[in-house]
Each structure stands twice: as C-alpha cells, then as structure tokens.
C-alpha cells in the first residue's frame, strides 16, 4: 500500500557492525523488558539531500549524495541503483560496521542475493557511506541517535526522486545495517514507507548500556558485548568518551553515563522517545542462536519491544554476519520473495 513520504528539503546539485567480540562488567540495575510508552519520534527538520554526482557502474548506476541531518556535518552516501523494467517492489540493501561497502562487494553469497532479487524484478538501491568511517564520519560524540539520521533521509529521498516503484518497499542489512534500519523506524518514521524490513545480525545496540556496562539482572547478561567485539571502542569514540573515560572499553562507567548510554539506545528503559508500533511495517529478524558478538540476545531486546507485526527466525552456528552465510542469505532471500 503506497504511503505519502515525510517532506524533505532536497536540493539537486547536477552532475548528473559490523559489530564483531564474557566480561566481569561494573552492573546497573537493569529490567529484561522496557516499560514501554509509545513516544511519538520527532520529525527530521532541516535535512538536506543533495545529488552531487552520477555514473555508470557495472549493471547499475551509481550516484553520490550529500546527506545533512540532526546538525551534523554532511556526510556521503554512495548509491547502486539497478533498475527493473517492470519492478514489483524496491529494495534497499545496506552492509554492517560503517556501512561503508555495497552490499554486493560483501561476498560471493551477497552477490547472489542482489542477483536473485533483480532477476525477480525488483528494483535495488544498494546504500554505502563514504570513506572508512562511513555513516560514523565526522559525528565524534554525537551519539548513536544522532549519527544514524542518515539513512532515513537517503531513503526517502531515493523513493522521491528516483525510484520507479513506491508502493512496495523492502529493507535488509546486517548488524550496524540493521541497526540503521532499526533506528530509522524507531526514531525517524521510516514505517512510512517501508513495507518490510529484514534485521540480521542484531541490531546489535539494542541496550548500549547493557551492551557496554553489563547488568545484574540475569535475564540480560547474555546481552553483554564480549571484550574483543570491535563496538567497544567506536562507541566510546561516537559517544565522546574516548580518552574522556574510554567507559565502553573499560566496561565500567558513573551513574551519568550509564544514564546517558540507555538515552541513546534503541530501547532506553523507560521507552522515551522511541516509536515501536509499525502498524504498516512487517519487522523480521534473522540471527544465528549463538553469536559470538552477542547481537542475537541484544536483538531479541529490540523484537520484544515492537508492538505491531513481527518474526523471529533462528539459523544454527555462531556467525554474525547472516547474510554472508548459505543459510541466513536463503532464509533472507525467501523473505524478500515473499515466500516467508
């Protein structure tokens, strides 16, 4: 069912995590499920997308947008675009960590996954954030809420300006791509316009407080991020605590931290400010039962707090990035073909 589109400001300038590491942490008390009060998110005001440049790219076209949201300084998103003569829905596909590589670049599996849904006609968008730092680029200490306006803005503005298909909209990305998924339906209104969306591999920042500082309720401890996951140190760098504490890293932190860390969750305790009911929106995880990263258990926090459609699906093993593995990229592809 089509859906009208958030209004951006868009400006047309012609030219044509993953999150991969069992800590004795410094525990807030915590509760398994938030106390959940249904917040309407605030609207993005002020965003711009702007279309800097356009080329030819293998069987697609690649554009180059400047993204300017939530006060930050822009930041690029490389665009893929493979089209479809007569598409039956469009597809965005975003990739972990940074969010830095296209999703087809991610392997030999992924490929194939880009491949099946085109030779199914439907139109892709495959969204990679510029430079090493991708989505994360200078954003030092605004936090997660903050830093992931981004994606939400892109897809809007891919919707309004180049696709061909508006009224069946698809999403999937691994780990930090779910998280930008997540974070745009829970902050930025994407159950707007995406029909499905197809979380793996997490979203592994469920509870950054839990994630970093641990937790005494037993229901939660699963959820705690393992001393090599990379998470720890990006985050302190994203929060501002990096040489000011480097808390994430050192798995301990005050009271005013730990306050500020469940703030910027995905689901802060008390819920605030979060949107979990996407009456438009079939949310799907897909997680391996034992992922060394600890996203399944920090996932499960994000899908027992959604209130609206929902499926939670399993693969074996204790890999973390799903959608490079035979069996998640199946599960994954049967979703996007409707055949789940």
């Not at 069992?22 to 917040?39: K, R």
């Not at 939530?70 to 003569?85: D, E, F, K, M, N």
């Amino acid at each position: 069912m089509k859906r009208a589109l958030t209004p951006l400001i868009v400006s047309f300038l012609l030219a044509g995590c993953a999150l991969g590491g069992n800590i004795t942490p410094a525990a807030p008390t915590v509760s398994a499920l938030p106390l959940v009060t249904q917040t309407a998110p605030p609207q993005p005001e002020g965003d711009t997308v702007s279309l800097t440049q356009t080329d030819s790219c293998g069987r697609g076209r690649c554009y180059a947008l400047e993204v300017v949201c939530a006060g930050l300084p822009a930041r690029t998103a490389q665009v893929r675009h493979i089209q479809a003569s007569e598409p039956r829905g469009t597809i965005f596909f975003t990739t972990g960590s940074e969010g830095n590589l296209f999703y087809a670049e991610m392997g030999d599996i992924a490929l194939e996954t880009v491949k099946t849904v085109n030779q199914a006609d439907f139109e892709t968008f495959e969204i990679a954030w510029q430079g090493r730092d991708g989505w994360m680029a200078d954003v030092e200490g605004a936090g997660y809420t903050k830093a992931l306006c981004g994606y939400a803005a892109v897809v809007r503005f891919l919707l309004e300006n180049l696709a061909a298909q508006t009224e069946y909209v698809l999403a999937q990305g691994n780990s930090g791509g779910g998280m930008q998924i997540a974070y745009g339906l829970a902050v930025y209104g994407l159950e707007d316009v995406l029909d499905v969306a197809i979380l793996s591999g997490g979203p592994p920042v469920s509870r950054l407080d839990v994630a970093c500082f641990g937790a005494d309720d037993e229901a939660l401890k699963p959820a705690v991020w393992p001393p090599t996951v990379q998470g720890l140190e990006r985050t302190d760098w994203l929060m501002g605590w990096q040489g000011n504490g480097d808390y994430c890293s050192n798995h301990a932190a005050p009271q005013e931290i730990i306050a500020q860390a469940q703030a910027d969750s995905l689901v802060p305790p008390d819920g605030a400010h979060r949107d979990y009911e996407y009456p438009n929106t079939r949310v799907y995880f897909v997680n391996s039962e034992a992922d060394k990263t600890a996203a399944d258990e920090q996932g499960r926090l994000y899908f027992n707090a959604i209130l609206s459609e929902k499926f939670w699906h399993e693969i074996s093993g204790r890999e973390h990035e799903i959608s490079m593995t035979e069996d998640g990229a199946a599960l994954i592809r049967q979703i996007l073909l409707g055949q789940q």
